[in-house]
Nanobody, 126 residues
Framework: VQLQASGGGLVQAGDSLRVSCEVS????????TGWFRQAPGKEREFVAA????????RYGDSVKGRFTIARDNGKNSVYLQMNSLKDEDTAVYYC????????????????????WGQGTLVTVSS
């Protein structure tokens, strides 16, 4: 299974940006998906996740109300729409997938994810 993240870049504080992740080599509809991020010198942290079916979502406290995760099973892709970006959102953003047996569960822990993308850098400048 391979994950290819894209869409990162340099934006101004207050701007919006959407990052994407395309999953290949597996059955995307069987996976729960999530986004994590890692800023320089910090631990990788949970950002958002979405269930395999039903569109159930969870968000990290620092991004609630600003970020939205979505998935398109027809395109084997998961997206992260980021609005009202702040300096502290600067990080490498990683997409990941987890095997989801229940279908409606939403995984928020790093150890629950089995496949990871290479990351895409988002830099927010004030």
């Amino acid at each position: 299974v391979q994950l290819q993240a894209s869409g990162g870049g340099l934006v101004q504080a207050g701007d919006s940006l959407r990052v994407s992740c395309e999953v290949s080599g597996g059955t995307f509809s069987q996976y729960g998906t999530g986004w994590f991020r890692q800023a320089p010198g910090k631990e990788r942290e949970f950002v958002a996740a979405i269930s395999r079916i039903g569109g159930y979502t969870r968000y990290g406290d620092s991004v609630k109300g600003r970020f939205t995760i979505a998935r398109d099973n027809g395109k084997n892709s998961v997206y992260l729409q980021m609005n009202s970006l702040k300096d502290e959102d600067t990080a490498v953003y990683y997409c990941a997938v987890t095997v989801s047996y229940s279908g409606t569960s939403v995984a928020t822990g790093r150890s629950q994810y089995i496949y990871w993308g290479q990351g895409t850098l988002v830099t927010v400048s004030s």
